[in-house]
C-alpha cells in the first residue's frame, strides 16, 4: 500500500478545443504533478494521447470515463465526461455525438446503447468482464421470480442488458435503500450482489424483507472480485498502520457498499462511488480531511488524490479490476483511428436487439422516476 498526494491540474486544461502540440499535451500531464504519472510514463504515451485528443475532437465524440479508469485514461474525458456508468450514460443521452466511446466494461455500455439507440456505442475491450456480470444472467432473475411470486426484482445497475429486462426496476449503490423502500410490499428480490444484499437487508431491518441469491435457496448470486478481497483484519490493519483511528474527526476511512457487512461496519463511511466523492468534498470545503483510506478499486483512489491534492490518500495498490485495466491508450486510439479511416467498427461497438433495450429501459426509466 502507498500514500498518493497529487497537485490539482487546471480543470478544462487537458481537453480544451484548440489544436494543441505534443509539446502542450506534455506540458499539461506534467502541470498535473500527479503521483502517479511518472516521467517516463508522460514521455512513454504523450503521443498516444496528443492522437487521441486530437482525433477525439475531429469527430466531436464524447469519452465517457468511469472513475475506476487509470489516470491517463480517465483524463481523456472532460470532467463532464468522468463519473459512475448510470450517470454517464444519463449524460451522453443528452448529447448530440453520434460516437459514444465507453472507457470501462461493456455492461455499462449496454447502459449508453439503451439510453442512446441511435448511436454508435463503443468500447475498447469488449472481453473486459465484471465478476457481478458475467455471473448472472436472464434465467438467474427467472429462477428467483418463481421463488417469490408477486416480489419486485430490484437489480443493481451493474447488470447485463438481458438480466435487467427481466427486472421490474432498476438500482445503483446510491439509490438502492430509497427505491427499495418505495416499492410495494414486504418483501423485494435485490440481485445479483451477494454482500449488497446482505448489506441491504441490515440497512432496511425492520422495513422489507430483502429476498437475494443464496438466502434460504440455491439461486445463483455474485459478488465483485475486487470489493470482495477487503476483510475486516485488513480495515484493522488499516487503521493501525496508517493511523486512522476510528472516529477521527479530520482522517476517514471509507468503504463501498459492494464490501463485506463487516467492512462496512467498520468503516467510517461507507456508500456508493459518488457517495464516498461527495463526503470527500464535503469534509475539505468544510473542516478538513487530511488523510483517508478508500476500500474500492485502486485507480479510485489515484484520481480522488488528483480532485482532491490537499488529502494524504493511502491505497491498496495490488488490488486492482483487471476487466477495467484491459482499456488501454492504445485500444482507444484504436477506435479513433478506424472512425478516422471510416473502417468497420464491429471489433468495438456495442449492439442490442431491439427488443431487449425496450425491455431493459423500462426499469432504467423507473429507477429515475422513483429517484
Given at each position: 500500500?502507498?500514500?498518493?498526494?497529487?497537485?490539482?491540474?487546471?480543470?478544462?486544461?487537458?481537453?480544451?478545443?484548440?489544436?494543441?502540440?505534443?509539446?502542450?499535451?506534455?506540458?499539461?500531464?506534467?502541470?498535473?504533478?500527479?503521483?502517479?504519472?511518472?516521467?517516463?510514463?508522460?514521455?512513454?504515451?504523450?503521443?498516444?494521447i496528443?492522437?487521441?485528443?486530437?482525433?477525439?475532437?475531429?469527430?466531436d465524440?464524447?469519452?465517457?470515463?468511469?472513475?475506476?479508469?487509470?489516470?491517463?485514461?480517465?483524463?481523456?474525458?472532460?470532467?463532464?465526461?468522468?463519473?459512475?456508468?448510470?450517470?454517464?450514460?444519463?449524460?451522453?443521452?443528452?448529447?448530440?455525438?453520434?460516437?459514444?466511446?465507453?472507457?470501462?466494461?461493456?455492461?455499462?455500455?449496454?447502459?449508453?446503447?439503451?439510453?442512446?439507440?441511435?448511436?454508435?456505442?463503443?468500447?475498447?475491450?469488449?472481453?473486459?468482464?465484471?465478476?457481478l456480470?458475467d455471473?448472472?444472467?436472464?434465467?438467474?432473475?427467472?429462477?428467483?421470480?418463481?421463488?417469490?411470486?408477486?416480489?419486485?426484482?430490484?437489480?443493481?445497475?451493474?447488470s447485463?442488458?438481458?438480466?435487467?429486462?427481466?427486472?421490474d426496476?432498476?438500482?445503483?449503490?446510491?439509490?438502492?435503500?430509497?427505491?427499495?423502500?418505495?416499492?410495494?410490499?414486504?418483501?423485494?428480490?435485490?440481485?445479483?450482489?451477494?454482500?449488497?444484499?446482505?448489506?441491504?437487508?441490515?440497512?432496511?431491518?425492520?422495513?422489507?424483507?430483502?429476498?437475494?441469491?443464496?438466502?434460504?435457496?440455491?439461486?445463483?448470486?455474485?459478488?465483485?472480485?475486487?470489493?470482495?478481497?477487503f476483510?475486516?483484519?485488513?480495515?484493522?490493519?488499516?487503521?493501525?498502520?496508517?493511523?486512522?483511528?476510528?472516529?477521527?474527526?479530520?482522517?476517514?476511512l471509507?468503504?463501498?457498499?459492494?464490501?463485506?457487512?463487516?467492512?462496512?461496519?467498520?468503516?467510517?463511511?461507507?456508500?456508493s462511488?459518488?457517495?464516498?466523492?461527495?463526503?470527500?468534498?464535503?469534509?475539505?470545503?468544510?473542516?478538513?480531511?487530511?488523510?483517508?483510506f478508500v476500500?474500492?478499486?485502486?485507480?479510485?483512489?489515484?484520481?480522488?488524490?488528483?480532485?482532491?491534492?490537499?488529502?494524504?490518500?493511502?491505497?491498496?495498490?495490488?488490488?486492482?479490476?483487471?476487466?477495467?485495466?484491459?482499456?488501454?491508450?492504445?485500444?482507444?486510439?484504436?477506435?479513433?483511428?478506424?472512425?478516422?479511416?471510416?473502417?468497420?467498427?464491429?471489433?468495438?461497438?456495442?449492439t442490442?436487439?431491439?427488443?431487449?433495450?425496450?425491455?431493459?429501459?423500462?426499469?432504467?426509466?423507473?429507477?429515475?422516476?422513483?429517484?
Open positions: 500500500m502507498k500514500s498518493t498526494k497529487g497537485t490539482r491540474h487546471t480543470e478544462g486544461a487537458t481537453n480544451g478545443t484548440r489544436d494543441l502540440t505534443l509539446a502542450d499535451v506534455k506540458q499539461e500531464l506534467y502541470n498535473r504533478h500527479h503521483p502517479s504519472l511518472t516521467f517516463l510514463d508522460i514521455e512513454a504515451h504523450a503521443k498516444t496528443h492522437r487521441i485528443r486530437a482525433l477525439k475532437q475531429k469527430h465524440v464524447v469519452m465517457l470515463g468511469h472513475n475506476y479508469m487509470e489516470p491517463l485514461v480517465f483524463g481523456l474525458s472532460d470532467k463532464a465526461e468522468q463519473g459512475d456508468s448510470l450517470g454517464l450514460s444519463m449524460y451522453a443521452a443528452k448529447t448530440e455525438a453520434q460516437y459514444l466511446i465507453f472507457n470501462g466494461v461493456p455492461f455499462m455500455a449496454e447502459t449508453a446503447k439503451i439510453l442512446s439507440p441511435d448511436k454508435t456505442v463503443l468500447v475498447a475491450d469488449k472481453t473486459a468482464g465484471c465478476s456480470a455471473n448472472f444472467g436472464a434465467e438467474d432473475v427467472k429462477v428467483l421470480k418463481a421463488l417469490y411470486p408477486g416480489a419486485p426484482v430490484m437489480i443493481y445497475v451493474n447485463y442488458a438481458e438480466a435487467k429486462a427481466e427486472s426496476i432498476c438500482c445503483t449503490s446510491a439509490n438502492a435503500a430509497h427505491i427499495a423502500k418505495s416499492l410495494p410490499g414486504d418483501t423485494v428480490i435485490f440481485v445479483p450482489d451477494i454482500f449488497f444484499a446482505q448489506n441491504l437487508e441490515e440497512e432496511l431491518k425492520g422495513e422489507k424483507t430483502v429476498a437475494y441469491p443464496g438466502k434460504d435457496n440455491t439461486a445463483r448470486g455474485a459478488v465483485c472480485e475486487v470489493h470482495e478481497r476483510t475486516l483484519a485488513d480495515l484493522l490493519a488499516i487503521r493501525e498502520s496508517f493511523e486512522i483511528p476510528k472516529g477521527h474527526s479530520h482522517r476517514k471509507y468503504a463501498h457498499w459492494e464490501c463485506r457487512p463487516d467492512v462496512l461496519k467498520e468503516a467510517d463511511f461507507y456508500g462511488t459518488s457517495q464516498i466523492m461527495k463526503d470527500i468534498a464535503a469534509r475539505v470545503a468544510g473542516d478538513g480531511l487530511e488523510r483517508a476500500a474500492s478499486e485502486c485507480e479510485l483512489t489515484s484520481n480522488l488524490a488528483q480532485e482532491f491534492p490537499a488529502v494524504q490518500f493511502w491505497t491498496a495498490c495490488s488490488i486492482r479490476c483487471t476487466h477495467m485495466a484491459k482499456v488501454s491508450l492504445g485500444k482507444i486510439a484504436n477506435i479513433l483511428e478506424a472512425i478516422d479511416e471510416g473502417a468497420d467498427l464491429g471489433e468495438f461497438e456495442v442490442l436487439d431491439a427488443d431487449v433495450i425496450d425491455n431493459a429501459r423500462a426499469p432504467i426509466e423507473r429507477m429515475l422516476e422513483f429517484s
